[in-house]
Every structure is written in C-alpha cells, then in structure tokens.
C-alpha cells in the first residue's frame, strides 16, 4: 500500500482496480475498503486482509462539454465526472474551460470521490460547495442523491463508510479562465507554509469550543513544543505542526507514536482526520 498513499506507508493488499459497474459489483462481493487518492491514510505495516477497490475506467472518466449555454440560469450545470478522477487534473480542466466549481480545494491531492466523502477543503471552500448531485453505489444497490439528502459539514459528508461515490454532477457557474485561475491562486497562497515532503496532509481536524469557537490543531501542537520531534523516520514537520511527514522509510508505527505523543502533549482533545487502516 506505500505505492498508493502519499504518505508511503503500508504492507501488502489485494488490490482490485475496477473499470465498471459489473467489475466493481464482483469486487463488492468479499470484505472491501475502497481507496481514492490514498491521501488521507495511514496504512498498518502488516497490511490489509480486505480487498482494496480502485476506481478506474468509466469512473476515471469525466463528460464535461465546453458549451457556451454552460453555466447559465437556464442550463446551469451538465456533465458527470467519475469519482476516481484525480481532482488537481479536473481543476486544471475547469479553469481551462472557465468554468467555476471547486477552486477553494486547489492543493488537496484527492480524488474526486474521495474529496466528497471526506468533504476535504480550505476556508476558501469544499466540496460540497461546487456539488450538484452524485451517484453512490453500497451493497443495496445504486442511487443519486443531492447534498441537500445528507448531514454534511466540516470534513464530513454523511455518506457510510464503504458506500462508494463512483460520479458526481457538479454545479457549474461560467466565469473566464483567468478569474478560476485567480480564485485558484487565492487559495493556493493559504497552503505555502505547507512542507513539500510525503504526508496524508492533516493529522487532526480544527478542534471546535462548546462556544463554537474554531482553535487550529496545528496551532496547538506547535504551541505544545512539538514541532521537530521525530519518532523512527517520521516527524511532525517544522513547517506546519499538523502534518507528519515521512523523511524516508517510515513505518506506520512511527506515525502511530507521534499522533499518540501529540495527544499526551495537547491539553485539549483532538479528532484524527486520517484515516487507520485497519
Ligand atoms: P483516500 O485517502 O484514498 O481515502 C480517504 C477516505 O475516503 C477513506 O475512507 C476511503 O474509503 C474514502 N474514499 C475514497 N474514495 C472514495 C469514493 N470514491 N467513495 C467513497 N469513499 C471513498 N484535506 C482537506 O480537507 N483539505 C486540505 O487542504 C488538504 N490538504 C492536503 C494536502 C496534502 C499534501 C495531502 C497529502 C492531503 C491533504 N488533505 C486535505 C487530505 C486529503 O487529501 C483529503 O482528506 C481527501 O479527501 C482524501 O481523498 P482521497 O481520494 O485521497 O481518499
Ligand atoms: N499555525 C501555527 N503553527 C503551525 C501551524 C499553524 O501557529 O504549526 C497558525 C498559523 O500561523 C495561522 C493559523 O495557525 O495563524 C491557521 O493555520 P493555517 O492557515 O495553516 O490553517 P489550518 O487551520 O492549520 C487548515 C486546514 C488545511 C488547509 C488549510 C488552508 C484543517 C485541519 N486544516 O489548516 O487542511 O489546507 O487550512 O486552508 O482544517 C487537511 O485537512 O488535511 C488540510 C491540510
């Protein structure tokens, strides 16, 4: 599993990488977990007894027409995009076409399907933001719901674990290519603290007050003297205290350790965004 994380962790799965809906029904059959863009996982050194899905073919394939009526009251959305498409390629495709949807996600290494169950973003926006509608596919069978059928919010999308989103309609709003790309730079510059080297991006989500105050994890990890401190061969990073980062060969144990030093070392508790596997 290192080869499909960004973090580079993980031991042996049996990956099952699908192109259709027979393929993907055949490998529903056994235990699963389904993978996107592995940019959010800390994969066991053991590895994995489930099988791991990979959505390919017609989920990696996106229907997106250049029409001029795009974007109007009139029409104002078109195209489905298959939840395996990696979402900096489909960004990059939008703010060619000068189309406006999901640029407050710039930066985020995700696939589409996986931005949408995690609803990954910045301040600068979500994924549920720029969704018209997605098709969702689990053992009872298909369906198309819209955002407003589900308790989504912040790194959150409602949607069951194992219940695979293999398409998404987004909401479309015709702009130029050079406003998309300026709100793209917008909320690029939010991420230049951001260090370069391997991670699965934040460890824990901002935590909230009872008052509904927002406190920022990394914040409170770098205030707790963390930053530097190094376990095995990863680190939680001089940058930017939320991010651990593998400085080559890391274990998931050591990762494993560090998130258990920063819970011992933060007065305050904390909710992994990551995701264990197992
Ligand atoms: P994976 O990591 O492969 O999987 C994560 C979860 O999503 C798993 O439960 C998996 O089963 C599920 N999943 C994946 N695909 C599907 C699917 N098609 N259907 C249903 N479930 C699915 N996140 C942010 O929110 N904001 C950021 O700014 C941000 N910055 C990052 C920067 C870096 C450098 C990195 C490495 C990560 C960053 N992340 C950020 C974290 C990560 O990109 C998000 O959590 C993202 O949503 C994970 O998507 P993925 O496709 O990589 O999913
Ligand atoms: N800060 C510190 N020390 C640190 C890190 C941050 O003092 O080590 C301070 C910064 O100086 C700033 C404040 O904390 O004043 C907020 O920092 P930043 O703008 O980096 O935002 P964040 O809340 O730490 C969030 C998301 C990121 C997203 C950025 C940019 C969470 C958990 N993190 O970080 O998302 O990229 O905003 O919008 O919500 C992710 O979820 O994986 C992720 C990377």
């Known amino acids: 599993m290192s080869r499909f994380t960004t973090l580079g962790v993980g031991g042996e ?17 056994a235990p699963y977990r389904i993978l996107g863009g592995g940019s959010n996982l800390v994969v066991a050194d053991e590895g994995l007894s489930e099988r791991v899905i ?24 078109t195209g489905w995009v298959g939840g395996g498409v990696p979402l900096p390629g489909l960004l990059r495709k ?7 949807s999901l640029e407050g996600t710039v930066g985020i290494p995700a696939q589409l399907g996986g931005a949408i169950w995690m609803n990954a973003g910045t301040r600068f926006g979500e994924a549920f933001d720029g969704l018209h509608s997605l098709e969702i596919v689990s053992p009872e069978g298909r369906l198309v719901v819209t955002p407003t059928e589900l308790p989504w919010s912040y790194r959150s999308s409602g949607i069951p674990r194992n219940h695979i989103v293999t398409r998404a309609r987004l909401k479309l709003r015709r702009s130029t290519p050079e406003a998309v790309q300026e709100r793209m730079d917008a909320a690029d510059t939010a991420r230049r603290g951001q260090p370069k080297n391997r991670t699965p991006g934040c460890a824990f989500k901002n935590p909230t007050l009872p008052g509904g105050e ?15 401190a190094r376990i095995g061969h990863a680190m939680i990073s001089p940058e930017h205290a939320n991010f651990i980062v593998n400085l080559g060969g890391a274990s998931a144990a050591d990762v494993h350790a560090l998130l258990s030093l920063i819970r011992d070392r933060v007065g305050i508790e904390l909710e992994l965004e990551y995701e264990l596997w197992p």
């Not at 799965?13 to 059959?29: C, D, F, G, I, Y």
């Not at 990979?54 to 959305?77: N, Y």
């Not at 927002?214 to 530097?228: F, N, P, S």
Request: charged share 25%.
């Open 13 to 29: 799965a049996e990956v099952w990488t699908v192109a259709s809906h027979a393929q993907l029904r055949e490998a529903m059959s």
């Open 54 to 77: 990979r959505l390919g073919g017609e989920f990696a394939q996106s229907e997106l027409e250049a029409d001029p009526a795009l974007g109007t009251p009139e029409q104002p959305v």
């Open 94 to 100: 939008l703010q060619k076409m000068g189309l406006s």
């Open 214 to 228: 927002r406190l920022g994890a990394g914040k409170l990890i770098d205030e707790a003297g963390l930053k530097g």
